[in-house]
């Protein structure tokens, strides 16, 4: 009997929640694979923990600063440590490495992503803004060398599966579910006096903190609508977002003669990370399972896109194109960010976005330069506008 080969990953994006359950996932299947390189941004104490225990070639942290500081802390070790996005690139493009787990939060995650894409690896895709920044780059490129590109996102993981052994012809459209996040009943004149603290409970998810307030603002599916439109090849009109509050249908393909497959699940990320990385097998990995016998009832809504505009602007602004989506992802971090700290409400989120895009002038995608060029140029923009907002 032949010895299965070790699949060798990295992971972009290791401290947070998507790289603690993919290497969770890992840990269960030792014999399956092999971790070559983990990166994260500044949390060098979990990323200790995670080279003691994997043993990786190879990690990266954000700066030569924490880079020292781990090298200190790892000196019995044999890894080598980087620093920057440099160090992010060397991991994400390593010679050993088979597939990389891009979890890295945010555009910071766009440039490693998409030089792994060029070093032809398989990319197991969580961050979702590589593709509504750079979409328009990163599929053409994918498509002319016939590599491997699969979803983690719960969503699209769903619709994934969902579109095994059909034709991709018979596709009416997609049915993209979404939790409606905390703040769904709530009334526009509640909305008005959110905090941060009440923004960060999710009722479903555990996620980190621009995710999580994402979800608030209805954002993160309009994220995910740009991330399918270029995943799957549909168009924005056949996308339709479904409020789902329980969050057990992960998302649904319609098909031409009216037929609907759903995929349905616990809530829980290493499902969708587990099938990413052994693709097209399905490991039988410790999660939870879904009892059936205990749902008292799967409910469904319109979004309301007057209280949660984030959504509407992300359809605009993928049906726009070029360089808008770009623009609205940076807008949209920037404004995040200035409403953990503190700075603004949470119905200024979507009005600074609003903002940065009706003073964006469109521009193609021709190279990833043209990429970092408008998102430098949006952060720059809502930085300005901030100071006109701020409480």
């Not at 699209?156 to 769904?184: N, Y």
């Not at 799967?298 to 049906?319: N, R, S």
């Not at 609003?354 to 003073?359: E, P, S, T």
């Amino acid at each position: 009997m032949m010895t299965q080969m070790k699949k060798k990953i990295a992971v972009l994006g290791s401290s947070g929640s998507i790289g603690v359950n993919t290497l969770n996932v890992v840990a269960q299947f030792p014999e399956r694979f092999e971790v070559i390189g983990l990166a994260v941004q500044r949390n060098i104490t979990l990323l200790e923990q995670q080279i003691r225990q994997f043993h990786p070639q190879i990690a990266s942290v954000a700066d030569e600063a924490l880079a020292a500081e781990l090298r200190k802390r790892c000196a019995d070790l044999k890894v080598e440590i980087l620093a920057g996005e440099s160090g992010a690139i060397q991991v994400a493009t390593h010679a050993d490495m088979d597939m990389v787990i891009s979890a890295i939060v945010g555009f910071s995650g766009l440039i490693p992503t998409y030089r792994a894409v060029l070093a032809h690896k398989e990319i197991a895709l969580a961050n979702k803004e590589t593709l509504v920044a750079a979409g328009a780059l990163i599929m053409p490129e994918i498509a002319r060398q016939q590599g491997t590109l699969l979803p983690v996102d719960s969503e699209h993981h769903a619709i994934f599966q969902c579109l095994q052994g059909h034709r991709r012809e018979d596709v009416h459209k997609i049915l993209l579910t979404a939790s409606g996040g905390p703040f769904r009943q709530f009334t526009r004149e509640q909305l008005q006096s959110v905090t941060v603290q009440h923004a960060l409970r999710h009722p479903n998810w555990a996620m980190g903190k621009k995710i999580t307030i994402d979800s608030a603002t209805l954002m993160n599916k309009g994220l995910e609508v740009i991330e399918a439109h270029w995943l799957f090849d549909i168009a924005f009109s056949e996308i339709q977002v479904v409020v789902h509050p329980q969050s057990v249908i992960h998302s649904m393909v319609e098909y031409v003669d009216g037929s609907i497959i759903a995929e349905l699940g616990a809530p829980d990320m290493r499902i969708p990370i587990a099938y990413a990385l052994s693709y097209p097998e399905q490991m039988a990995i410790d999660a939870p399972r879904l009892d059936f016998t205990t749902l008292k009832a799967l409910t469904f809504e319109e979004p309301d896109l007057q209280k949660f505009p984030c959504l509407h602007y992300a359809y605009q602004a993928g049906e726009i194109g070029a360089t808008m989506p770009t623009v609205l992802n940076a807008a949209n971090e920037i404004a995040v960010e200035a409403f953990l700290q503190k700075q603004i409400g949470f119905v200024d989120i979507a009005a600074l976005i609003l903002q940065v895009m009706d003073a964006h002038v469109v521009r193609p995608l021709i190279t990833i330069e043209d990429v970092v060029e408008a998102d430098h140029w949006a952060r720059e923009k809502s930085k300005s506008l901030l100071t006109t907002m701020k409480k």
